[in-house]
């Protein structure tokens, strides 16, 4: 499996919580992020609803209480309190060990040939992301300000890469106003209407392209500051630390990492920029190049409006016959399933035919013994139209529920 991906599934598994479009389901124990990008209007919300569970909200407290230790601008001086210092230290020493940020120490372990102690594997954060170097007029840069926070490069924003960070100063503000105004996506660089990749993007809850602008207030300064950005993005849904972990693997040149990745069936570039010396990140962040067109064995991809949403996989008693995957359809029209069938890891299929899926509505599908089988161990499941894949999802060990819970995915 590609090592961002695995990454992404550590974290969905623990702190992260699940993208969906405004129509999708909504699982309030694992939480959710309703991505809505069909607006223009500058009062739009891009995050229409957000659910984190309170067993998942301690690092993005603690994330927030590091937002206001940074000068606006690249070009000031960093005042570093005592203060500041013990809370970046508190904030590393609670991710150390967080599921993604294993996933990606592993890594980079298998990648460089030797073990990383605790004390080096947190010298390697700390100088990616919280280390302070200069860069021409710039003075104490640093990967945490650039991609978290956001900076004030003349009248545009910099960075700015962390969806959280948006949600709140969307939302909450400073001193409780709105400091976003929403312009519209940006998937083609120009017209939100206007190019291939707009019409899969939207489609893609889990990432976001766009042009707002930021009423930014400067907290060492106490000014607020109108800022604009023309075209930018970021992941939706992972936590502070799977975003980390991310861009840890992809800045770390001895890791050797891919410079593309396919995450949930959406394929990204994966832009990294460092310091002058290479030890430190300037920036990180996806440029989503589109949804996949074909699977592991070369089926193209359909682009038909069913998706897998959940799944039996632990069911009460012996798992035989009783296991269950639920489809739903996301279009006006009701869809007839002949010729679609369902495929897991070990490539068994299950004819569909005979089925159909009311509009806006789910169906949900018992697997008969010996046929399609999921996994308690982990596993995944496609689903295809003929011979081309319309919908695959995979799932951890974690993520499999106690005895009769089904999962979403």
């Given at each position: 499996m590609d090592?961002?991906?695995e990454i992404w599934d550590a974290d969905q598994a623990e702190r992260?919580?699940?993208a969906i479009l405004p129509n999708g389901i909504k699982d309030e124990t694992k939480g959710y992020v309703v991505v809505d990008e069909n607006g223009s209007n500058p009062d739009h919300v891009l995050f229409s609803k957000v659910k984190i569970p309170e067993h998942k909200l301690e690092t993005y407290r603690l994330c927030e209480t590091l937002l206001n230790n940074y000068a606006l601008s690249q070009t000031q001086p960093?005042?570093?309190?005592?203060e500041e210092i013990s809370e970046v230290q508190e904030f590393l020493n609670l991710i150390l060990h967080s599921s993604p940020m294993k996933v990606a120490r592993d890594y980079v372990q298998q990648q460089i040939g030797q073990s990383i102690t605790d004390a080096r594997w947190y010298q390697i954060l700390h100088d990616i992301w919280f280390r302070q170097y200069d860069q021409g007029n710039n003075q104490d840069l640093s990967g945490f300000e650039h991609v978290i926070v956001g900076e004030q490069k003349g009248s545009k924003i910099g960075g700015y890469h962390f969806w959280y960070k948006y949600y709140l100063d969307d939302i909450i503000g400073f001193l409780g106003s709105d400091d976003i105004s929403y312009i519209g996506t940006r998937y083609d660089g120009q017209n939100p209407n206007a190019g291939s990749l707009t019409t899969q993007g939207v489609l893609v809850p889990e990432v976001v392209t766009l042009a707002y602008k930021w009423d930014a207030y400067d907290y060492q300064t106490r000014e607020r500051r109108?800022?604009?950005?023309?075209i930018g993005g970021f992941w939706v849904g992972c936590s502070i630390e799977g975003l980390m972990a991310l861009g840890t693997v992809r800045c770390l040149i001895e890791a050797r990492a891919p410079k593309e990745t396919i995450i949930n069936n959406a394929k990204y570039s994966l832009k990294?920029?460092?310091?002058?010396d290479g030890r430190s990140m300037r920036t990180f962040y996806p440029k989503f190049l589109g949804l996949i067109t074909s699977d592991e064995d070369n089926h193209p991809i359909s682009e038909a409006h069913i998706r897998l949403v959940a799944a039996l996989i632990n069911p009460e008693g012996h798992d035989t016959g009783k296991e269950t995957v639920t489809l739903l359809n996301l279009s006006p029209q009701s869809i007839d399933?002949?010729?679609?069938?369902?495929?897991d890891k070990f490539g068994n299929t299950l004819e569909l035919g005979g089925q159909s899926v009311g509009a806006g509505a789910t169906l949900v599908v018992k697997l008969p013994p010996n046929q399609v089988i999921l996994s308690n161990k982990g596993g995944k499941v496609g689903l295809y139209q003929q011979q081309q894949l319309v919908h695959e999802v995979s799932y951890t060990k974690a993520e499999v529920g106690a005895q009769g819970w089904t999962t979403v995915f």
């Open positions: 090592i961002y991906q992260g919580i699940p960093e005042t570093n309190t005592a109108p800022l604009y950005k023309p990294v920029f460092r310091s002058p399933l002949t010729g679609w069938f369902l495929k």
